[in-house]
């Protein structure tokens, strides 16, 4: 597959003949359900789009069943600066039920499959866009990423994923999850393709009121050569997997190599990031859910009076992971259980935070893993905890607001793909950049 960079020097000729090489191309492959549909707006480049990103005239649909019938009236704010470069949202990408989940099997029009190997999830909850990007079938696509779901999918897919500063890119136009952690973010071939996507779609936007009012890019700056310091984390890494500790060796080295120093530093033990982050985002997310009420969007299921009418649309609009939260969220908002469980967690929040900052005081990057282990097979998870544990290492980053990008490593003894993340401090996104173009010229990946 062409390169972004290569796809911008194409003209229109040449990248009208492509996008029907394209369509055919995705539509050989029906049964990895990458795509939910392939329609394309305006004549630019083709970037595939997650379903909870408004398009205009599109079906976005969250990958639910309560938005069926739903026809965005306007464009998120990142694809109107797609379209303001010469990129087209060109096909939507199946995702977890409202981004909730890290295999996309929630979604109400099935699951995806990982395509370096068919019996296996491709990540969540932008599986879909992993899997287009990962099998060939996109240049480059969007993702979001409210608690790794933007990283994880990438490890999980061979490809790199980027999740920026919270408040660089505009989530005007997002399907709101969990709002005090959601952002937007490139998922791509290689680490430059991020660093141009991440350029067009970052900047202040009057529309988002957490929006941060700078617009400094970076691929024109992108320095693969400057010596940093970076941190890497014995103890925070011994529940990984072999796979993903023998990655992290060969990284830490692949750093040395490159001339950066490497220092050993510890965050707190991560089951505590598991509490607070889904008490935050379920707690928001039940807030976000409640507009669903089949007046306003989408499946109405009338019943026999009002009140019915909220209950029916609502029980049979949502599917199982997606009440689970609601239930959960409700519950820890609930009067005498509030102090116990959300300011509780808001506090932990607070420690995470300072955590980070505590390391950035001293080093420029840290070198982390983004999931426990390469991606699961389908139904191996028993219960809904043991899918939540498996963003053990991504949660974290969104709790504290910083842009961390994941890579691929290498590949296990059953040939899937095994990525790490690199973290920055906030606004810090050059750095970011820079490390991993350097960290990718080392490893040299080959997919
Ligand atoms: N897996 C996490 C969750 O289910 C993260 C999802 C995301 O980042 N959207 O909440």
């Known amino acids: 597959m062409i390169t972004l960079k290569k796809a911008l020097t194409l003209n229109k000729d040449e990248l009208n003949k492509f996008k029907e090489q394209l369509k055919a191309k995705i539509e050989a492959r029906p049964e990895l359900n990458a795509y939910i549909d392939i329609n394309n707006v305006g004549e630019g480049i083709p970037i595939a789009i997650k379903d909870n990103i408004q398009v205009k005239d599109w079906s976005v649909?969250?990958?639910?069943?309560?938005?069926q019938g739903y026809i965005s009236p306007y464009n998120a704010t990142v694809i109107e600066k797609m379209l303001g470069a010469g990129l087209s949202p060109f096909g939507r990408t199946n995702m977890d039920e409202?981004?909730?989940?890290?295999?996309?099997?929630?979604?109400?029009?099935?699951?995806?499959?990982?395509?370096?190997?068919?019996?296996?999830?491709?990540?969540?909850?932008?599986?879909?866009?992993?899997a287009a990007v990962g099998a060939g079938l996109a240049i480059a696509a969007l993702g979001s990423d409210t608690g790794g779901s933007i990283r994880q999918p990438a490890a999980y897919c061979g490809i790199v994923g980027m999740k920026p500063t919270y408040g660089r890119v505009s989530r005007y136009g997002l399907g709101a999850y969990a709002s005090s952690l959601d952002q937007i973010g490139p998922m791509t071939q290689n680490v430059e393709d991020a660093a141009i996507l991440y350029d067009?779609?970052?900047?202040?936007?009057?529309?988002?009121?957490?929006?941060?009012k700078m617009n400094d890019k970076?691929?024109?700056?992108?320095?693969?050569?400057?010596?940093?310091?970076?941190?890497?984390?014995?103890?925070?890494?011994?529940?990984?997997?072999?796979?993903?500790?023998?990655?992290?060796?060969?990284?830490?080295?692949?750093?040395?190599?490159?001339?950066?120093?490497?220092?050993?530093?510890?965050?707190?033990?991560?089951?505590?990031?598991?509490?607070?982050?889904?008490?935050?985002?379920?707690?928001?997310a039940t807030t976000n859910l409640a507009r669903y009420d089949g007046i306003r969007y989408g499946n109405r299921k009338v019943g026999k009076d009002l009140n019915d009418t909220f209950v029916k649309t609502r029980s049979e609009g949502f599917g199982n992971e997606v009440?689970?939260?609601?239930?959960?969220?409700?519950?820890v908002l609930s009067?005498?259980?509030?102090?116990?469980?959300?300011?509780?967690?808001?506090?932990?929040?607070?420690?995470?935070?300072?955590?980070?900052?505590?390391?950035?005081?001293?080093?420029?990057?840290?070198?982390?893993?983004?999931?426990?282990?390469?991606?699961n097979k389908f139904g191996e998870f028993s219960n809904p905890?043991?899918?939540?544990?498996?963003?053990?290492?991504?949660?974290?980053?969104?709790?504290?607001?910083?842009?961390?990008?994941?890579?691929?490593?290498?590949?296990?003894?059953?040939?899937?793909?095994?990525?790490?993340?690199?973290?920055?401090?906030?606004?810090?996104?050059?750095?970011?950049?820079?490390?991993?173009l350097g960290l990718e010229k080392e490893i040299n990946y080959a997919n």
């Open 61 to 67: 649909t969250s990958g639910s069943n309560i938005l």
């Open 98 to 130: 409202f981004a909730m989940g890290s295999t996309t099997e929630s979604s109400f029009y099935g699951r995806t499959l990982n395509p370096h190997a068919n019996d296996r999830v491709p990540g969540g909850s932008s599986g879909g866009s992993a």
């Open 200 to 212: 067009i779609i970052s900047g202040h936007d009057d529309k988002d009121s957490t929006s941060a």
């Open 218 to 284: 970076v691929s024109d700056k992108l320095n693969p050569n400057r010596k940093l310091r970076i941190a890497v984390l014995p103890k925070y890494i011994e529940n990984a997997s072999q796979d993903v500790k023998d990655a992290y060796a060969q990284a830490t080295q692949a750093l040395r190599n490159a001339g950066h120093e490497i220092v050993e530093k510890e965050l707190m033990d991560a089951k505590y990031d598991i509490s607070a982050y889904y008490i935050t985002a379920t707690a928001e």
């Open 323 to 331: 009440k689970r939260r609601i239930l959960l969220g409700n519950f």
């Open 335 to 375: 009067s005498g259980y509030y102090d116990a469980y959300y300011v509780k967690a808001q506090k932990v929040r607070h420690l995470i935070k300072d955590e980070y900052a505590k390391i950035f005081n001293d080093v420029d990057l840290i070198l982390s893993p983004v999931a426990p282990s390469v991606a």
């Open 385 to 436: 905890m043991e899918m939540y544990l498996s963003d053990i290492y991504t949660i974290s980053v969104n709790l504290a607001g910083l842009p961390a990008l994941s890579l691929p490593i290498n590949k296990n003894a059953d040939g899937m793909p095994v990525g790490l993340q690199l973290i920055a401090k906030a606004y810090d996104e050059q750095t970011l950049f820079d490390g991993a």
